[in-house]
């Protein structure tokens, strides 16, 4: 059974700056972004100096905030299809503003507890899953084929800056005002969001009813695309695994910085900002990198690079008189790799999915990459409590290495050009 595809969307002009739809699209997503920042810095920072959280609640209020990937991430794929993408991440942007605003009248009213940080991550999360599988399945429908790689280079380079003056706004507020305040701000950006997404006109047309099939077989319709597909099951299987062990070792950082090395939210913010830079280097130089080196080769080197940062983490806990500029420089490489790699392995798919399973090939996947985070945060959280802080961020460290090995050994490497079905 085949669905009838969107409606080719208005276009004016082949470049993107004169684009109306996908400059409000940017604009929103790009403040969302922003706010988005301030919030992953300012809630480990309240469950840790304020609520006094053991590494098994920092593990757990990771892990609540992505288990909604691995719950619902399949079902929420197929729904989506059903559906209009941008009135989807509109419904997630206002959940989402809703649900931070709860943690500052709560603490302002003196019943904050981390049960309130877990319900809160929970419903971010839900609300995340329908607005990141509906906007990697908008962008295809929003601009022409040709432009989806662009299209995609230019979100990650203001989502890198956002990365970077996010944590740097966030580290200032942080030193004036207390956590819970600093949630406000987020809220406030995905109120922006929402009023950018509410402007834009698209020709995006609901799949026909008629059409449907019962939803475990078209859950199962997605999920037989990826598997089935050599490339993208290859690069699922590495996403999961560098994603699995990126997290054991990201969850501890919190703790490394405030407790291991005793140095301020501040100071953590500026590493997180710094560092966040390699990430829009890494954006703004994919597309020359990719063709210098390969579009398939680059997909395991990106990902070997970004583990071999990653290690650079817990060595700076040995040398704490050089562990602020080894903390910077762990991040800007593994910034830098991480959205290299992701830009090249995200606008393969958006170019070899048709587009009427879009939405449930983007969530087959991030189900399962995204899928493994929470399961990554419980492990950390119980292996920091039993083996420390440290021990916990090298196991994590090396598991992404060894995880470049489903890319590394397969066709991928040494592949100029990746195929477009």
């Not at 990365?163 to 956590?179: E, N, S, T, Y």
């Not at 950006?189 to 008629?210: G, N, Q, W």
Request: glycine fraction near 10%; charged fraction near 10%.
């Amino acid at each position: 059974m085949t669905s009838t595809p969107p409606a080719a969307p208005a276009q004016t002009a082949g470049s993107l700056w004169r684009h109306g739809g996908f400059l409000k699209l940017w604009s929103g997503e790009t403040l969302s972004q922003f706010g988005a920042q301030l919030s992953h810095l300012a809630l480990p920072v309240l469950a840790v100096t304020i609520l006094q959280a053991t590494e098994w609640e920092v593990g757990m209020l990771n892990a609540v905030g992505t288990a909604a990937f691995l719950l619902i991430g399949l079902p929420a794929g197929a729904w989506i299809d059903r559906m209009l993408k941008r009135r989807v991440m509109i419904a997630a942007d206002i959940v989402r503003a809703v649900a931070l605003a709860v943690l500052p009248l709560t603490w302002y009213f003196g019943e904050i507890e981390i049960w309130h940080l877990y319900a809160v991550g929970a419903v971010l999360g839900v609300a995340t899953v329908f607005f990141d599988v509906a906007y990697q399945s908008y962008v295809p429908i929003l601009v022409k084929p040709t432009q989806i790689s662009d299209a995609n280079g230019k979100l990650e380079s203001t989502a890198q800056i956002a990365r970077i003056g996010g944590p740097a706004v966030g580290g200032v507020l942080l030193a004036v005002v207390a956590p819970p305040v600093v949630l406000i701000a987020t809220s406030v950006t995905y109120v922006a969001s929402f009023l950018f997404l509410s402007r834009i006109r698209d020709e995006e047309v609901r799949a026909d009813p008629k059409e449907r099939m019962p939803l475990h077989r078209e859950i199962a319709e997605g999920v037989a695309f990826v598997w089935q597909h050599p490339l993208l099951r290859r690069i699922t299987a590495a996403t999961a695994a560098s994603n699995l062990f990126g997290v054991i070792a990201m969850t501890m950082v919190p703790l490394l910085i405030l407790r291991e090395l005793a140095l301020s939210p501040a100071v953590m913010g500026l590493i997180f900002s710094v560092g966040a830079a390699g990430g829009l280097l890494g954006a703004v130089a994919t597309p020359r990198i990719a063709a210098r080196v390969g579009e398939g080769t680059i997909i395991p080197v990106a990902l070997a690079l970004g583990g071999a940062f990653t290690l650079l983490m817990p060595l700076a806990a040995a040398v704490p008189v050089l562990a602020v500029p080894m903390l910077i420089v762990a991040e800007f490489g593994f910034s830098f790799s991480v959205l290299v790699y992701n830009i090249s392995q995200v606008s393969f798919r958006q170019r070899v999915c048709p587009a009427r399973l879009l939405g449930r090939m983007n969530a087959s996947i991030r189900c399962v990459v995204w899928g493994v985070m929470p399961i990554g945060a419980l492990v950390a959280g119980g292996l920091g409590t039993v083996i420390g802080v440290v021990p916990t961020m090298w196991i994590g460290a090396v598991g992404s290495i060894l995880a470049t090995g489903f890319v590394a050994f397969s066709p991928l490497a040494g592949m100029r050009r990746l195929p477009e079905n």
